[in-house]
């Protein structure tokens, strides 16, 4: 990989384009529906204007931030994002090491490639594990145990993931798990012959951790039929304190965007929330997650941590969600466009711009230290701007 080409999360993602088969990168690059909602997520930091301040001494500046009790190189982890694998070959396995040398947290999700026996193997500090609740509660309790057994050290409930939002493009492109070889993907694919070569030596096409301990999912999966049929619609806030029973440790849950489930999640004991409506994947026509933030901070915020995602694909993305409040900025579809560009050193590189553009945009607001963000002081209100 030429990191010299790549300077910003948009070349990664323009690079990603050109490289894996398009049923794949579509499956990244989509929303639902009208894909409103998706747009919104990066319309909305735009809308948002930093306070330029000048004369102040920032020659030493740090980005260093506490995530979940952890010390952090920046207030960044990745969001959990299935099919990373597809990306690059074990590719989970080479996001979370990326994330463990660079110092910053990485959330496997249920529908990676590689499975969390996997990712364990391949890094050597812990991970957060990302659970989706399926009706068979002995998986779901399998899965549990072995996220506890890997020592991931956070489990991520989704809560916005009872139905699909329909994503047109999958079903335009037939997407499914392994790839169905009709003529056009047969056609895409060995079009994209540096991806082929990659994924035939890795021989890893499936759900690593479903195929093989979920019964009847070992044959060809379409992703919508595997998720209504096998994904719990009934998941309410009793199986918080069920979940919670089994897993026994640190808990985040994720796709909160009304400050009362915050307040609930708050209740339920949760440690933190991610304000999240899954990268405009879901609920199209829900607000941008960004919009939602300052609500929730309001009705939890210091009383236990408040992470977010959608839209952000800068350093100063991070910044400006930082300054409204959150304790945290993560990322999704950033890291699977770095993945695609070269493996481990393509999210490390993602990760290094989103740095920089963070570490000199406080220069440029004043601040030398990320954790004297508090409050919207280094942004101009909307009259101002
Ligand atoms: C996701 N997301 C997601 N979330 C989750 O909890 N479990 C999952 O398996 C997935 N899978 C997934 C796949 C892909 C391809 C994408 C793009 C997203 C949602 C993800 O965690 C996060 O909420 C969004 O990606 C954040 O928005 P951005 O950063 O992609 O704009």
Redesign the pocket.
Known sequence: MRRAAILCVEDAKQMARRRVPKAFYD??DTGSWTESTYRS??EEFNKIKFRQRVLIDVSTRSTKARVLGEECAMPVAL?????GGMMWPNGETHAARACEKFGIPFAL???SINSIEDVAAGTTKPFWF?L?VMRDKGFVKNLISRAKAAKCSAL?L?AD?QVLGQRHKDIRNGLTLPLRLELQSVLDVVSKPAWCIRQLSSKRWNFGNIVGHYPGADSVLSLSHFTSSQFDTALSWKDVEWIKSHWGGKLII??IMDPQDAKLAYLHGADAI?V?N????QLDGAPPSLAALTKCVEEVGGKMEVYL????RSGQDVLKAKALGANCA?????W?YGLACGGEEGVTNILEIVRKELDITLGFCGITDINDVKGRGILLSSEES
């Open positions: 499956y990244v997520n990066e969001s959990p994002c299935g099919f999700s249920t529908m990302q989706y991520i989704t993931l994720k796709g991610v999240s899954h990268g405009g994947r995602d959608g839209g952000v993560m990322i999704g579809r950033p699977l």
